[in-house]
């Protein structure tokens, strides 16, 4: 399929207060997209066009974005406005473009009004490749030149003051691969700030594949499998990167691991796409050509792949079909090579999701208190998702000390080490009240910190660091002589109170959000958002106190950030060293400088805060929020955290199941962790064609797009004869769920012990003391020497060292040896005992106290279990039990709803098309995907209905014969009431998550 | 059709005297079969549903009633590598335009352009349905620009990975390329120059033969050729159309049965082509009647195209 392409603009016309009819564009030809972009300087005005246009953008009746696909008869159109009068400009402009398929269908459409110089486009996400995203811009007043959204070409910026004045602005992104296309700012020079609307629109390049492959007969393009050898992208057709001149016989499986126990699961795959492919040799353009034993040989010097890695190279795989449009391709494959084995005569290619193999190694997330910093699931998932290389939202770049996505935690990825604060964590999320409130964010979750008044218990959820430092990661400074440059980076929620109207009122809140580096020799780098005086609020600032406190350099930016509930990028910058005396701000891409300079020698010669510093608060919801020192932070030499392009590698809906705690006590594979969580909500767990991992709890299919029917499959037109069935082996009507119920605790207690008889020799010793009880915070990191002649400490970490292995000798004290927790994990602390003495010493006493003591806030577990019965179904085929063990529940009101979610899956009867080992054979469509409603059409069998979804999909090639083999479950009819589903839709909590591109 | 010689040879030696076979004609039926993969699908309900390949490749068989053994030695030396492990070039008289399928064809068999390519400012392809009165499609050129620059041109994309700079030649064996075109767009009038470029096994151009311009009409479809004989050092003749003058932004050319026949003249009528691939020994039959053990009797040559 070809890209599309931008043909060119008509010229602008304007008029005050009249119909304007703009000039088509040259070289138009038959089946262009043509749009209309015209504006009325009066927001009571309406727009009028001539007929045949069909409006594909509306930005408040006064501004309008017309398409029409050209036939090479209609004229210029006019567009006329009413509702306004003399003064009010009127403006238009034509713009073409061309691309097989292009439609006036659009995609989405997201706009925003908004006071201000430059105009803000917020960001869409396309859902088709070959996409044409406008941004489209209007101010009320006029300018001398607008630029384009960064990452954007402009096609004009048509302004007049014909009336009393305005400018229209436009620009496109022609899409090859369908993804997001960021949010941005049309920078305006000239005029004033005024009222502007900023719209972004993606308009379809409508597919005809779906239309051609329904049709009988399908002409089949050759199987494309791509690799890359050398990592330096695909060198092309008909070179070595290209398998698919080799391929014969291919096949790729999709499953949908549903997340139902073994015995009762439809589907026998573990959501891992795999791949496989016989491959003949190779003739190559320059030699003879080589058998397939010969190419794929090991030992073959003069195989072009010789001394290639063959389980590491990416691997895709597309199939194709002649369309009207030509040829059109659709991915089924997406992951790395397993292996290439010599088989007979042909060679046996292997693929496998190469995102599963990053979710192979083991994580052990940090120890996370879920009463302070919160703690959902969705925390752990992206965690281990992040651990592995696979992203939800934008990873840590290079110099970041501190990443914090808020995906149901404020804890951090960066630093991610388990934290030993006392009296309270850095992160003071409503006072250890476990009531942290989560929001849907630009990428995935948001915390959603609001300034509470204090009649709803003050200061909570806002994140502060109290009287503990905001922990940083290891890096380079960012506040000294040795490094006085840094870069603090977030999504934060235009939220639509301001200073004065701010419920309850604000109190002496000075700053929405704030990174303070107080050192201690006075010196500060100071950076936020402004609060408390309304000249100033909302807006971004970065203020520098030097010459050891004496002397202070502000500034403030211009645009502050809109009360428009949308999401917005912050980023505070600053760079003074060497000859950069510079700092940055940025909104949204607008972004304003600094160049004042400053005495950098009253800073410390190197990194020394004062006591509790750093600090970071927020009083909006945030998200994303990521410090970064070093080169990295100097935004004139590498991008902005917004700029750098991101593709999402996972695909989430929030989860929900809430734990208590985090507290892992060993490592475990991600995948494996991951899907404890799937299977703890039955919620659908696996590599998609691109290699995305899905994670789509049951909010997933209560979506509009989900209830979409996506294919027919009829043994009239395209199926084999459909096996259906049920299976009642598979009905269970009892079921119970084994968990352990998790409780969390403010006090501190013993969490670990250890004595022995061992004697411990001078000098260094270190050992690892497993925890008796889980912890997710420890009482210090240095241990208090005790000569166990008092009380015996409860809530303090002790150890009691002695002369004599019996207890009996001599106690030590601190100037003779040294015990530190050098660090720790839910299940274990490591142990260092410097011995001074020059003689053996034993961890022992001889009062019966174990000899050391671990204090820490204790993760505590009790052994439980929840249970539910459908009592009809029981009465009449008696109890059928599934007895259930979930490790990744704490809570009681989780194990509740999956023993009810099973229950309503289990209960009854379910008609399945093909089973675990076999299923319905399809003629090959390389769009069907697992999760997709489909209508099955069968006149012997009796099945005519489009309640069925595809649960795994099967494709299998050679040649011509292309087939593919689905298992298909039956989505459940009826409303049960009182168990809460419709089919596989969810009526209930998160049923109601807002889709953060379409508002849905 | 002037010579109707079977040529069989490694990939230059058609451009080294000596070292070309030119491979006796049968007495039967020379066998060209080209096969398109196809697959017939039995719906549940009955009936059956085809899905077909977009691609195909000839298996030539070539029977004999006898050879002598100094001829048959010859077929051996390909069958049994003593002429390398090819793939070799095979040059068949009955097949009368030399281009592929969707070159020949205008598009017409995917709809695509990948046969394809395009050079100059502004200068855009595409595949037509405008036109169908010899065949669903025609490659639409559309000249987006008054000034397309003097190398605007249209070039072919050859598919197949040995033979990647053209058609392999024969020294001395003159070969004719033609294409017909019609006016559309703004300015239906614009001038072409129909070109054979001469390369090496490489893809080096050793020279390049230009035909007479041609004019776009804007009712009729014109036709161009230009005929050459390959210079020495040639193994592949590539084409290419050239913009001359006259074009004007938004000036269409529809172009139709692209041809590369053999002789110095374009055929009278236009034969679809499916394209010269290299081919390998699938068999070669060998017997010999008693008390004759120097003539071979019923060998049958089977060659078989690697279209990779």
Redesign the interface.
């Known amino acids: 399929m070809s890209d599309p392409l931008f043909i060119g603009m008509g010229s602008e016309a304007h008029a005050d207060y009249a119909a304007v009819s703009p000039n088509l564009p040259n070289n138009m030809a038959t089946g262009d997209l043509v749009v209309l972009f015209a504006g009325c300087r009066n927001l009571a005005a309406t727009l009028a066009v001539t007929a045949g246009w069909e409006v594909i953008a509306d930005l408040g009746g006064h501004v309008k974005a017309y398409g029409r696909i050209y036939d090479s008869l209609f004229t210029a159109p006019t567009v006329t406005p009413s509702g306004g009068a003399a003064g009010d400009t009127m403006s238009a402009q034509c713009a073409a473009f061309r691309g097989p398929g292009l439609t006036v269908d659009v995609l989405r459409t997201r706009a925003r009004t908004d006071t201000a110089s430059h105009i803000f486009c917020p960001p869409v996400t396309t859902s088709g490749n070959g996409a044409v995203v406008l941004y489209l811009g209007w101010r009320q007043d006029d300018w001398s030149s607008a630029a384009a959204v960064a990452g954007s070409t402009l096609i004009d910026d048509p302004f007049s003051s014909l009336g009393s004045d305005q400018g229209l602005v436009w620009s496109y992104v022609l899409q090859t691969q369908w993804g997001s296309a960021p949010g941005g700012s049309f920078l305006v020079t000239g005029g004033s700030a005024a009222l502007t609307v900023g719209a972004t629109v993606a308009i379809a390049h409508a597919s005809v594949f779906a239309a051609t492959v329904g049709m009988s007969g399908p002409l089949w393009m050759p199987t494309r499998i791509r690799t890359d050898w050398a990592f330096d992208g695909y060198d092309g057709d008909r070179t070595f990167d290209d398998l698919g001149r080799q391929a014969g016989g291919w096949s790729v499986t999709h499953h949908l691991d549903d997340g139902l126990p073994d015995e009762v699961s439809f589907v026998a795959g573990l959501g891992v796409a795999v791949l496989a492919a016989d491959l003949g040799g190779a003739p190559e353009i320059s030699g003879p050509g080589l058998s397939a034993r010969a190419y794929w040989s090991p030992l073959r010097t003069d195989s072009p792949v010789y001394g290639y890695d063959r389980d590491i190279a990416n691997l895709t795989l597309d199939v194709g079909l002649v369309t009207s449009l030509g040829p059109e391709y659709v991915r089924v494959f997406t992951g790395q090579m397993a292996d290439v084995a010599l088989q007979g005569s042909t060679a046996a290619l292997s693929g496998i999701s190469a995102n599963r193999l990053k979710l192979s190694g083991l994580v052990q997330p940090p120890a996370v208190a879920g009463r302070y910093e919160g703690a959902r699931a969705d925390w752990v998932i992206s965690y281990a998702l992040a651990a592995s290389g696979v992203y939800l939202s934008p990873p840590a770049q290079p110099g970041c000390r501190f990443w914090a996505p808020m995906h149901g935690s404020v804890h951090p990825f960066i630093p991610s080490n388990n934290r030993d604060a006392v009296g309270g964590m850095f992160y003071n999320l409503g006072i250890g009240n476990d009531n942290s409130q989560w929001t849907t964010g630009p990428f995935h979750l948001a915390a959603d910190f609001t300034w509470q008044p204090a009649a709803d218990g003050g200061n909570r959820d806002y994140v502060q660091n109290g009287t503990h430092p905001m922990p940083l990661g290891d890096g380079e400074d960012l506040a000294s002589q040795a490094g006085l440059r840094g870069k603090l980076e977030m999504w934060i929620f235009g939220y639509p109170y301001d200073f004065n109207s701010f419920p309850s009122a604000s109190g002496g809140v000075v700053t929405w959000t704030r990174f303070q580096q107080n050192n201690a020799n006075g010196t500060a780098v100071d950076m936020g958002l402004r609060a408390l005086t309304t000249s100033n609020d909302r807006k971004p600032y970065i203020n520098l106190t030097y010459n050891s406190g004496g002397s202070f350099i502000s500034f403030t930016g211009t645009t502050g950030i809109p009360k428009d509930s949308q999401w917005h990028f912050l980023g505070l910058a600053y760079d003074f060293t060497g000859s950069n005396h510079k700092r940055w701000i940025n909104v949204d891409g607008v972004v304003e400088t600094d160049n004042t300079s400053i005495s950098t020698s009253g800073f410390p010669a190197t990194e020394a805060y004062a006591s509790s510093y750093p600090r970071f608060s927020c009083r909006w919801p945030v998200a994303e929020v990521q410090v970064t020192a070093g080169a990295y932070a100097n935004p004139d030499n590498f991008p902005w955290l917004r700029d750098i392009p991101f593709t999402p590698g996972a695909r989430m809906t929030p989860s929900l199941i809430n734990l208590v705690n985090v507290a892992e006590t060993e490592p475990r594979e991600a995948w494996e962790l991951i899907g404890s969580f799937a299977q703890a909500e039955l919620a659908m767990f696996r590599a998609d064609e691109a290699d995305v991992i899905n994670y789509l709890g049951p909010a997933w299919w209560v979506k509009p797009a989900q209830q979409t029917v996506t294919g027919q499959i009829d043994t009239a037109r395209n199926a084999k004869p459909v096996p259906a069935e049920q299976d009642p082996t598979k009905i269970r009507n009892a079921i119970r769920v084994s968990y352990d119920l998790a409780q969390s605790s403010t006090l501190h207690t013993i969490v670990g012990t250890y004595s022995s008889e061992l004697g411990f020799s001078p000098g260094l010793t270190t050992f690892v003391l497993p925890l008796s009880t889980p912890a997710v915070e420890l009482r210090g990191l240095t241990v208090a020497l005790n000569d166990a002649t008092g009380i015996q400490p409860t809530n303090t970490t002790y150890a009691t060292l002695n002369t004599l292995a019996d207890g009996t000798g001599t106690a030590v004290d601190a100037t003779q040896a040294v015990v530190s927790i050098m660090s720790w994990h839910p299940g274990a602390a490591t142990i260092q005992l410097d011995n001074r003495t020059g003689a053996f010493l034993y961890f022992a006493n001889d009062v019966g106290w174990p000899a050391l003591g671990i204090a820490g806030k204790p993760h505590y577990t009790l052994s439980t279990f929840a249970e539910d019965t459908d009592e009809a179904s029981a009465a009449v085929r008696g109890a059928r039990s599934l007895p259930v063990t979930v490790g990744a529940v704490q809570r009681e009101v989780d194990a509740r709803r999956l023993a009810r979610d099973l229950k309503s899956t289990l209960s009854r009867p379910v008609v399945v098309i093909g089973n675990s080992s076999t299923g319905i054979e399809v003629d090959g469509d390389p769009r069907r995907q697992p999760g997709q409603l489909v209508g099955i059409s069968d006149a012997e069998t009796g099945i005519d209905d489009e309640l069925w979804r595809l649960q795994t999909v099967a494709h299998e090639g050679e040649g011509a014969k292309y087939r593919t083999t689905v298992t298909v479950r039956r989505t459940l009819p009826i409303l049960v009431i009182g168990q809460g589903r419709i089919g596989r839709t969810l009526i209930g909590p998160n049923s109601t998550v807002t889709d953060p591109e379409s508002g849905i | 059709m002037t010579d109707t010689s079977i040529y069989l040879g490694r990939l230059g030696s058609l451009t080294t005297p000596g070292s070309l076979l030119v491979v006796p004609h049968p007495r039967e039926v020379l066998q060209s079969t080209r096969a398109r ?3 017939v ?5 009955g ?1 059956a ?7 195909g490749a000839r298996t030539y068989t070539l029977p004999y009633n006898g050879l002598t053994m100094a001829t048959f030695a010859r077929l051996q030396a390909y069958a049994d590598g003593h002429e ?4 070799f070039v095979f040059l068949d008289p009955g097949q009368r335009n030399m281009l592929p399928v969707d070159m020949s064809a205008a ?1 017409s ?6 046969a394809f390519a395009v050079t100059g400012t ?1 200068c ?1 392809i ?2 037509s ?2 036109i169908t009165d010899a065949g669903p499609r025609t490659l639409r050129w ?1 000249f ?1 620009s008054a000034a397309p620059g003097s190398g605007a041109a249209l070039t072919p994309v050859w598919p ?3 033979f ?1 700079y053209g058609i392999p030649v024969v020294l001395g064996r003159p070969i004719c390329f033609s294409a017909y075109v019609r006016g559309g ?1 703004i300015d239906q009038i614009v001038t072409y120059t129909p070109q054979i470029v001469w390369r090496t096994a ?1 893809g080096t151009v050793v020279s390049t033969t230009s035909g007479s311009t041609l004019t776009s009409d804007n009712v009729d479809f014109v036709r161009g050729f230009v005929t050459g004989t390959p210079p020495a050092t040639a193994v592949f003749a590539d084409w290419k159309i050239a913009y001359t003058s006259g074009a004007s ?2 000036a ?1 050319g529809f172009w139709r049965r692209f041809m590369v026949n053999e002789g110095s003249t374009p055929d009278t009528s236009w034969v679809p082509g499916t394209g010269v691939w ?1 081919v390998k020994v699938l068999n070669l039959e060998e017997g010999w009647l008693g008390r004759f053990p120097d003539f071979r009797s019923g060998p049958q040559f089977v060659l078989q195209e ?1 279209t ?1």
């Open positions: 993969l196809l697959d699908f039995e719906l549940g309900a009936g549903r085809v899905d077909q390949m977009v691609g390398g492990p090819g793939p598009t068999n995917t709809n695509g352009t990948d502004g855009v595409g595949s349905s405008l559309t987006n197949s990975s040995t990647a767009g490489d932004s938004g269409i290299p690697d990779s």
